[in-house]
């Protein structure tokens, strides 16, 4: 993996529950402690166009590829230092098995 086409910063953030004042919970996005962000390449993968409860929804799709690291999961998302995109995360794979590098595939929905 060359580092120079990683040039995209990214900070890793995952849904939790934080408890409310009435003693519920409430969903919201937390920043992931033990990496403070990464460093990726972002490709732009074919755009697909679905009906969805009768209406047009767009969803672009990316292949962000950078080293190893096992803080990212499936339903995480990742956000862009630079321009503010969020990138809601489908998959994650190591391609050869080794811990080297992964590769995520993510989705920005309606942009």
Do not use: C
């Amino acid at each position: 993996m060359k580092s120079g086409k990683m040039r995209h910063f990214l900070k890793i953030q995952r849904r939790s529950a934080l408890r409310d004042a009435g003693g519920g919970y409430n969903e919201d996005w937390q920043d992931i402690e033990t990496t403070p962000g990464i460093w990726a390449e972002i490709v732009s993968l074919n755009p697909v166009l679905q009906d969805k409860y009768r209406q047009s929804v767009s969803e672009n799709r990316y292949k962000i590829a950078t080293r190893y690291h096992a803080d990212i999961k499936t339903g995480d998302r990742l956000i862009e230092a630079a321009t503010g995109r969020v990138f809601d995360v489908k998959t994650v794979i190591d391609p050869d098995q080794r811990l080297t590098a992964i590769e995520i595939y993510a989705v920005i929905r309606g942009a």
